[in-house]
Each structure stands twice: as structure tokens, then as C-alpha cells.
């Protein structure tokens, strides 16, 4: 590392060298040095990178490291202090308001929007495919995630499948890469600077599009609100958080209802302890943050696991043995059934998380990969090394479903496995993420055999924010 810049210069540039940099940089050193933990320099910061299961539990375990590192404040012009980067005793009342929404039950009024979300993916594709040639499917799995976001986050269509080209879509897309751009550049950290450059200005602007258009959903949204409703949604939340599964015909009409459920409705209605409701500011940048967390990485995650099974035609055999005893719209009972899918998912997003890493701020000293390590250093967790650690994964660059097998399971470590992250912090939309994941996937590969063309090899992987190709993967879809 050079002084004052430390390793940033590698971050400037090309985005997949870097994690070119960083995942064999830590690979050589689990594997050679046998260290848990590498220092990395960001600028003038030295950031702790963890890579093996025993570290990362010490800080995910632990209800002490909570609060998100320094890099999540490029974050906040766009999702406030929502749940991703709030802390303390906001977090916490936060994380309690918003579970119930997580609910089984609620999820379940979901598989109606993702399975009507999914064929609309398969009419786009069918008129995009000619035979034999390869197309972007990851582009066409990411809108299709992106209208099953809008719908059950807001209630809203915003028909991103058939109109890429609206300015909410667009400007989702470009407020990412403003954001990833300033986490790796220090000359861009500093606000009052950052707000009077190009880039600056540009984020004010986006802003301006995508606050705009979700306070204005949620206005229209609380609007239509009765006392009923409200009534019904609170007490469905509150049987839920007291674990009580059964729902009463009013609030089973509720979560039924013409007007579906999204989990705003959830926001509009739920009250702190203390009685008070969320504000418009609250709902919004919890909002916005399912809008930001909640798509973009289950569209990598199915877009991996298409590539995968498009590389191991043995493997998609059995999915294909497996689907076809599934037809018309899915039910959760069949969801149910899908064992080797979930194993497949399960396994892609070991090889190819689509949070690679993730960061804390350590609250107190403490003892990491045999290391003292001082309160207050930069920590990111680097979920994409703990999963290809050659000393934890037998044959760790073979992709093998069986590995989630329960009896292969057995005496893992409970932390070498960390898509969602691990412990009280983890993430909250996991059990949506795989409910959609299996059922875009189910749609798409009924219809098709998948071809990927691209070899392990040749892959660039670009690890900004969400691991993906740097360039369209090839996949030729055939029509069984
Ligand atoms: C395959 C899909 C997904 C993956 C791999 C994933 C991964 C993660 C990870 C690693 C974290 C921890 C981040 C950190 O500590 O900074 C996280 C947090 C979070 N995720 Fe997800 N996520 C996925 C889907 C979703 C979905 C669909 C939603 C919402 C609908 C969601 C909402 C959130 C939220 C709100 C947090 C913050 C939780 C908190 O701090 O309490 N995620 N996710």
C-alpha cells in the first residue's frame, strides 16, 4: 500500500481487476499463510478483511458489532437511516416493526405476483430468443425482479419487463453506480465538496427522481387506508409477532384482498410500543431500502444459478426430473417439494454470493483470527472467501448441490455459510428472496434448457456492490 492513498488506487480503476485483487489476494492467504484475517488500506483507513468462518462469527454473533461501517454513508442520501444502515435503538425498535411483514402469510400473498411476474418474463423471452443464438437473460431476470419489488414493496407496477426505459428504472440503475464510485474513491468522500462536482449534482437530480416517485406511491397508497384495514392489518401483525399463525376472516380478507397486500401497507399501519406511527419520512427509506436490497440480488442470484446449471447439463437434468411434475401457477405446496432447486440455489449462492462482502464498525476491542484488534476498525466480512475456503469446502471450486444435503451439512461451521449474512443483523428479506428465486426459476426452466457459453475461466467478475458478470453472460435458451 502507498501512503495516505493505501490500496485505493487498485479501486479507481476497473472494477473487475480489483476483485480480481482482492478474492486471490485472500485466497493465497487462507491458503498459504493460513491467516483468518487480511489489512487492507482504504485511502488513509486500514479495514480489517475477514475470511474464515471463526472470525466473521466473533462479529456477526455478537449483538455488540452492530453498527454498519463508514462506507454505508454514501448509502444514506438515497435510503436515509433505514433498516440497512440505521444503528442502535433505532435499528432495533425498526428491525421489531418491520419482521411481521417477513411473515409466512404475507409472503405467501406474494407467489400470486411472482407467478404472474414470471410468465410475463417468459412472453418477453420468447419474443427476444432466436433459435440457437444466446441472449442477455440475466437483463430480462432483473426486470422481471424489479416489477416483483415494486408490486410487493409498494403496491405498484412499474411494467419495468415491457418499459426499461421509465426514469424510476433508469435512475435506480445510475444512483448504484454513483454510490459504488464514491465508496471507492476518498477524493469523493467529502460532502460539501462531493455536492458541488458533476457527480454531485447528478445524485442530487436522481434523487429528486427516485424520492419523488416513491413518496408519491406512498401518499396515494395511505390515501386508501380505511379504519378497517388498519385495524386488521395491526392485529394480523400483532398475532403474527405472538407466533400465532391463524388468521380470522377479517384479516384473511385483508391479506386477500383485490388490493393486495404490499409491505408498505405493513408500514402504513404498524405502531412502536409507545403507540406512535411511522411517519412519512420513516416509510420512505424503509421504502426505498426494499427497493435497493430487494431485487438486485435475487436477480444475480437466479442469473448465477442459470449460468451454473447451464454449464453442468447433468445437474439440470435432475432440476428438469424434478420440475416437470409441476404445471400452471405455483403453489407454495409444490414450492415445497422443489428439494434439488433449492439445493441448486443454495449452492450458487455459495460460489457466487451475490452480497460478496459486506461491513462493521467494531464497537469494542476484540480477538480476530488470533489477532487484537482495537474498537472502532473498519471490518468487512468476505462472505466470497469464506465460501470458496479450500479448508472448509471439499473441492471448493466444484459446484455441487449435494453439499446442502442435510446429512452433508452435518458438522460444517455454522458460519461458513453466509449469504444473508449470520446472526441478529442477517438479512431480513431471505425467506422472500427464495421463495422468488425458486419460482422465477421453475417458470424459466420448465420452458427452457439453458446453454451458457461463457467457461469458468473466462469469467470477469465485478464485485461493486452485488458480484455479477462484468459483461452479459451467454446463454442460449432451447424449448423443451
Ligand atoms: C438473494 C437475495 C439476497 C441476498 C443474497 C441478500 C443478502 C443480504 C446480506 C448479506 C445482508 C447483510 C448486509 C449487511 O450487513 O450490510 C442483507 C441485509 C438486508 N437485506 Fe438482503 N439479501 C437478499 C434479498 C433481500 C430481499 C429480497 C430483501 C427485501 C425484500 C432484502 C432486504 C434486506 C434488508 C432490509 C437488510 C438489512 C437488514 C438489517 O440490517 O437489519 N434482502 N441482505
Known sequence: AYPIIGHSYLLGGDPAKFFEFISTGAKAMVTELKEQIAVIWLGPVPVIVVCHPAAAEVILR?????????????????LGTGLLTSG??????????????????????????????SATMIRTLEGKRTAGS???????ITMCALDIICETAMGQTVNAQENDDSDYVKSLYRISELIQLRQKTPTLWWDAAFSRMKVGKEQESLLRTLHGFTRDVIIERAKTKDSKSVETTRQ??????????????????????????????????????DGKTLSLNDIQ???????????????????????????????????HEELDSVFGAITNAQLQKLSYLERVIKESLRMFPSV??????????CKLGGYSVPKGTQAIIFGYTIHHHPGIWEDEERFEPDRFLAENCVGRHPYAYIPFSAGPRNCIGQKFAMMEEKVVLCHLLRRYSVISHDKEEDLLINADLILRSSTPLNITLKPR
Do not use: C
Not at 97 to 113: A, M, R, W
Not at 134 to 140: D, P, T
Open 62 to 78: 455478537s449483538s455488540k458489532h452492530m453498527e454498519k461501517s463508514y462506507l454505508y454513508e454514501f448509502l444514506k442520501p438515497w
Open 88 to 117: 442502535g435503538e433505532k435499528w432495533k425498535q425498526r428491525r421489531r416493526l418491520i419482521t411481521p411483514s417477513f411473515h409466512f402469510n404475507i409472503l405467501q400473498d406474494f407467489l400470486e405476483v411472482m407467478n404472474e411476474q
Open 134 to 140: 444466446a441472449i442477455n437473460v440475466g437483463k430480462a
Open 236 to 273: 394480523a401483525a400483532f398475532n403474527i409477532t405472538n407466533g400465532s399463525d391463524k388468521l380470522n376472516k377479517n384479516q384473511r380478507d385483508l391479506f386477500q384482498n383485490p388490493k393486495r397486500l404490499a409491505f408498505l401497507d405493513v408500514l402504513l399501519h404498524a405502531e412502536t410500543e
Open 285 to 319: 427509506e424503509e421504502v426505498d431500502t426494499f427497493m435497493f436490497e430487494g431485487h438486485d440480488t435475487t436477480a444475480a442470484a437466479m442469473t448465477w444459478a442459470i449460468y451454473a446449471l447451464g454449464r453442468h447439463p447433468e445437474i439440470q437434468q435432475k432440476v
Open 356 to 365: 460478496p462482502m459486506f461491513a462493521r464498525v467494531l464497537s469494542e476491542d
